[in-house]
């Protein structure tokens, strides 16, 4: 008996991973979101955050269907240069005209994960912005003792 689509379909999560509030955003798949997001920052000099994961059934179709709508804003292969709210936004309605029943991801202890996190590094793009080369150079020497690496 062949199996029907309805049988191939699993539930994973659809994310939204960005290191700033103004982009880009890499619109992706997994089962394991902080699994997902430590491979990702691996090599990057920002720290990233998940903005958003939708757990649904047809999870590849909704990813597929967020990179055809951002298709003009593609960057290298899942990164647009977007929003990650306008991305959450696009994820919202495309997972609940999938899977009305879809769910948020939501890390089990944010509060202690969010308190974890070190302060912005100066000059990242989180970071509150220096008024000259001179006080960038400054920022930087204290972020670094901050961190205990000086």
Not at 31 to 44: E, F, K, M, V, W
Not at 61 to 71: P, T
Not at 80 to 90: D, G, H, V
Request: glycine share 4%; charged share 20%; with cysteine.
């Amino acid at each position: 008996m062949p199996s029907s689509d309805s049988d191939n379909v699993v539930r994973a999560y659809v994310y939204v991973v960005a290191w700033s509030k103004h982009g880009p955003v890499k619109i992706g798949l997994t089962n394991a979101p902080i699994a997902r997001l430590s491979q990702l920052q691996t090599g990057l000099p920002y720290r990233l955050r998940i903005y958003a994961a939708a757990r649904l059934h047809q999870a590849e179709k909704a990813e597929k269907i967020c990179h055809v709508a951002y298709a003009k804003a593609a960057l290298i292969g899942e990164w647009f240069e977007i929003t990650p709210a306008a991305a959450k936004k696009l994820l919202t309605t495309v997972a609940t005209s999938l899977d009305p029943a879809f769910t948020w991801w939501k890390p089990k202890n944010l509060a202690a994960q969010l308190n974890s996190l070190p302060p912005p590094r100066p000059g990242t793009p989180d970071s509150p912005k220096p008024k000259g080369r001179r006080q960038l150079a400054v920022s930087e020497l204290q972020w670094q003792r901050k961190q205990g690496w000086r």
